[in-house]
């Protein structure tokens, strides 16, 4: 399970082009690394049925400072940012969004540009004379069948996964990125965003029936604590959790995007893994911008 925040693209920005570092057991090197040359990394989404977000910072050095204040400094307030789908365009601005992983981006929360099914959305930021650009389409949704909680098998346990049923059309190479979240229970705390679960392509399964379990993303944001949800090496939600999911299909570009994500962060966690390049959907910049098609159901975890 990974989720992409800005603060994690942010990472990916920072580690973007780099060679592979090589050091001696034997004697100690210094190595100056230069200084990157400034990119706009872009985090920008559009589901289908809701209004495009978009968050925007800027890359650093690699072995700059990554803290809450280097993030916060790395954001981009400023920028002109439109999204057109052909025949509407928006003019996004900066401001307050539940929808989106940190809590300010660019929005237009009255906006005329709304995710369809079968629609190609195309995105132009402009930022200290810098303009970036890309395209996304959202791709028809494949319907969730049914949703159900099922504990494992430890006496007295009450944590679990939620198991998704759902059946692939069958009629073209489909990608999907499934989404969850958590309905909190307090009633002051509505968070509305969803985290990242798991990446699927139907190239294994095209045509049929696929059912997997769907856990707790880490760092989800809903107010609790992140102690008592795992069983063994899964997040996992609770008996008496109300859980949102979303099965979404996105389009090649996205699939990779998302693909080299994940192998470019399981890599640097090895000394012995070539380097890998993040497959950014930007021009000009780093990120994405993905189109979501949406499919969603809510289960309530009981026995």
């Given amino acids: 399970m990974k989720k992409y925040t800005a603060y994690t693209l942010t990472i990916i920005g920072i580690i973007a082009g780099l060679g592979l570092l090589f050091t001696s057991c034997e004697k100690d ?18 589901f289908q049925g809701l209004r495009p977000y978009v968050v925007l910072s800027r890359n650093s050095a690699y072995f700059a400072p990554i803290d809450s204040a280097a993030l916060a400094n790395s954001i981009i307030y400023d920028a002109i940012v439109t999204v057109s789908d052909g025949i509407n365009t928006d003019t996004l601005t900066f401001q307050s969004a539940n929808e989106a992983p940190l809590k300010y981006a660019y929005i237009k929360k009255n906006g005329t540009v709304i995710g369809q099914a079968g629609k190609t959305y195309s995105l132009v930021i402009i930022s200290d004379g810098d303009t970036v650009t890309s395209t996304t389409t959202i ?14 098998n430890d006496p007295g346990d009450t944590l679990g996964l939620i198991w998704t049923y759902f059946h692939d059309p069958g009629i073209d190479d489909r990608n999907y990125r499934i989404l969850s979240r958590r309905v909190s229970q307090n009633p002051k705390r509505n968070n509305r965003t969803f985290r990242p679960n798991t990446l699927l392509t139907n190239k294994f399964f095209k045509g049929q029936a ?70 950014s959907n930007i021009k000009g910049g780093l990120g994405c911008w993905v189109g979501y098609g949406v499919s969603e159901k809510q289960v309530v975890c009981f026995e």
Avoid: M
């Fill in 29 to 46: 090197i210094t190595v100056d690394l230069p200084d990157p040359d400034p990119k706009i990394v872009v985090e920008g989404y559009i």
């Fill in 139 to 152: 791709i028809p949704a494949t319907p969730i069948d049914s949703l159900h909680w099922k504990v494992f």
């Fill in 210 to 279: 696929y059912y997997f379990g769907v856990g707790r993303p880490d760092g989800y944001g809903d107010g609790l604590s992140e102690d008592n949800f795992d069983h063994a090496d899964k997040k996992c939600y609770r008996l008496g959790d109300t859980v949102k999911v979303r099965l979404c299909t996105i389009d090649l570009a996205a699939y990779n995007f998302f693909r080299s994500v994940e192998q470019s962060l399981d890599d640097n966690n090895s000394p012995f893994a070539s380097p890998n390049n993040v497959l």
